[in-house]
């Protein structure tokens, strides 16, 4: 664990706890896009990832913790939406959604992608988060 993560303190409503996000599993650079920001929000201890297969399963653990009141945030490659599709279909409401095509990126094979192109995505989904009060306190 980095110094930043040991000394970060997550500005999220204490009672509730971190919020989970949750992304696309696709194939594309967007798909990529989307996994990797969630690693990070994950990483960067702003979020903690779970499993989108697990909700689409009903697998017990991982349901209950996306219906445990926590804030929900969803993180979609393309204008397919898949991940909130599989949230909306098990019932789960989305907090915050993002979709990466939204940004204007081109869907790609997927290992066509572009350091630039994750790095505008992750500081708008950051800025996203922040102006909402998902940050470092």
């Known amino acids: 664990m ?3 993560q040991k000394s970060a303190q997550i500005n999220t409503d204490s009672t509730k706890g971190k919020p989970i996000v949750y ?3 696709g194939c594309s650079n967007l798909a990529q896009m989307a ?9 960067d201890g702003i979020a903690d990832m779970s499993c989108i297969s697990g909700v689409v399963g009903n697998v017990k653990p991982i349901m209950e913790l996306a219906n445990s009141g926590r804030t929900i945030i969803a993180i979609d490659g393309c204008e397919l939406g898949c991940t909130k599709a599989c949230l909306d279909k098990s ?3 989305t907090d915050h959604y993002f979709k990466i095509s ?3 990126f081109d869907k790609r094979d997927k290992w066509d992608d572009s ?3 994750n790095t505008v ?3 708008s989904i950051y800025a996203d988060l922040i102006k909402a009060g998902i940050d470092f306190a």
Do not use: Y
């Open 2 to 4: 980095s110094n930043l």
């Open 23 to 25: 992304s696309c599993s």
């Open 35 to 43: 996994h990797n920001i969630s690693l990070t929000l994950d990483g």
């Open 91 to 93: 019932g789960i409401k």
């Open 102 to 104: 939204d940004l204007g």
């Open 115 to 117: 350091l630039t192109e």
């Open 121 to 123: 995505a992750m500081k």
